[in-house]
């Protein structure tokens, strides 16, 4: 593959996952870390175990910095509800240094490429996502639009730009001009190379759709197993969900194409009761 071929091959693949929602709950991380790593390890021939500790690195560094920006949820008078600026950009950083790692650079240049992934991040804007109808098909954050950019950010300084190594620290850093509520260094940098955080922040996701539906799909199979529902003897559901349900996205019944399709709990509830085995039938058009 030529090297011309990364940004294109990088954004496929990261629309591609985010597309059909190949990613894992929690900080969402899959479509944003893992296409970069891939592009830049096929052209470097690496080995399988060199992709597997890369991808592991970014999901460690993006997992510990979305963290300590708290940018996904909030806790308002006792209710869940979304920040004002919300989204999953930081995990550039993760992005960045994997492809850093790939490319076998000094500590030094791992800092200035990280330095610079920060400043040509996408914005924080999954709030937007959440409150506006319809949604946009770009979701949370577009997936192809940062794995180029974490390349954009590794291969620059590779052939000399400089990064801002303090991209992250004090008053001024990336949490406060993306919009962050907070930064808290310390729980992004404690038990670093003591343990690893993204294993169990990273729940495995059993249907192509919002993490969040997936307690009431469970509860659902299990009815209709048990019972031996068939779809014309179901007259309606009553399900139980999270506070973040209440957002219009979920709402939504207007369903024109795969976001649409994700975030719709009545759409989900309903394919599940068709008996359509999970996966990407679920964002099939039939016509």
Known sequence: MAIGCLPRRCFVNGELINGLDYDAAGKHLPPFVIPAALAVAEINRVTGKALITACALAHEIGIRVGGAMGSHRDIVNGKVSFPSVAGHSTAIFGGT??????????????????????HISPGQVQTTMIKNMPPTTAKYLLAGWVSQAEITAAYLIKVGHRGDIAILDGDWGYWRYTGGSRWDADAAVSGLGQEWRFPRATPIKQYPCCRIMHGALDCLAAV?????LRPQEIESIHAYLEASCVEPIFHNRDIRNQVDAQFSVAYNLSVLSFGIKPGVHWQEWTR
């Open 97 to 118: 240094a994997a492809v850093a790692k790939l490319e076998g650079f000094s500590k030094d240049q791992v800092a200035q490429a990280l330095g610079l992934a920060g």
């Open 224 to 228: 209709i197993e048990k019972n031996g």
